[in-house]
């Protein structure tokens, strides 16, 4: 158990305190941080700022982050490519529709290079940055595309700046937000727009469960609301231009296994595996938004 109390990686205040105790009883694992990882609720030691409401894992758990996601390999991922790419084309259809004449565009954290490829197919100059060398593989095997294996700032990206960039469900694996905002906020061009999608930890979905919400995870070292994300971006010389809650795309399936976490659906789940209505319903996608994940649309100072 850690024995000092850290400061805030947001604000840097010295007001925090133990919030969550750890509950996994190893050393972490590169499985540990797969994108599908359902253990909801399994996290390390959490610690709250008074100050800036910010929710982090103790520094003393969270070496060796970079190495660990270098090593991740999820095969489950890529089975819900075809509806994870829908949010992708979403997610950048919202950026089009604020910056017009973006040309060119950098996701940082590109997984499988979803969101890449589907820019590409905008007719966009498009680069992604991703530390996993599986799914650096997976990008290039599944869909043509050439990520760059490695962390953001990168020594291939050096002087590039784009009129897009993207960070998506990134910022919450980072020790250190505040400077990953600013060497983001570093790579706009002119007039350029960053987005940022990450959970909201002030959400009714995460008041409601407390700490079995969802995004409560080992992959997870830092949960933000609007407090804490204004104030790192103040820090980083960023502005919260506006924001929205995120949609996403999910075959009925894939919830209602999700939802047998917390409520008693098994029964129906299983039923739906026999009964061929009911399985045809079960594989089609619909939109979701659960209004506990958030978009920032920033700009430079």
Not at 119 to 147: F, W, Y
Request: hydrophobic fraction near 40%.
């Amino acid at each position: 158990m850690p024995t000092l109390k850290p400061s805030c990686p947001v604000c840097s205040s010295t007001r925090t305190t133990l919030w969550k105790s750890r509950n996994l009883d190893r050393e972490l694992t590169p499985e540990d941080f797969r994108i599908t990882d359902s253990r909801y609720g399994v996290t390390l030691t959490l610690h709250k700022c008074e100050d800036c409401s910010f929710l982090f894992a103790d520094p003393s758990e969270t070496a060796h982050l970079t190495a660990l996601y270098e090593q991740l390999v999820d095969p489950s991922y890529e089975e819900g490519a075809e509806n994870r790419a829908l949010q992708m084309r979403w997610l950048l259809r919202l950026g089009k529709a604020i910056r017009p004449q973006a040309r060119t565009l950098l996701e940082i954290g590109a997984g499988s290079g979803l969101l890449v490829s589907e820019a590409g197919h905008m007719g966009l100059q498009a680069v992604g940055v991703e530390p996993s060398n599986s799914l650096v593989a997976t990008a290039k095997k599944s869909r043509g595309v050439d990520l760059i294996q490695g962390i953001y700032p990168h020594p291939q990206l050096a002087g590039r700046r784009f009129d897009l960039v993207y960070l998506i469900d990134v910022i919450e694996h980072v020790e250190d937000p505040v400077q990953l905002l600013a060497d983001c906020a570093s790579a706009l061009a002119p007039g350029g727009v960053f987005l940022v999608v990450t959970p909201d930890v002030s959400s009714m979905a995460a008041k409601l469960l407390g700490r079995r919400w969802w995004h409560f995870r080992l992959a997870h070292v830092g949960y933000f609301n609007r407090r804490s994300m204004s104030e790192a971006c103040r820090r980083a010389g960023l502005t919260i231009e506006s924001s929205r809650r995120i949609r996403w795309f999910f075959p009925i399936r894939y919830l209602a296994e999700r939802a047998s976490l917390y409520l008693p659906v098994g029964p129906l789940n299983r039923l739906a595996e026999r009964v061929p209505p009911f399985a045809w319903l079960y594989d089609r996608v619909i939109p979701v938004n659960l209004r506990d994940s958030t978009a920032f649309f920033m700009t430079r100072i």
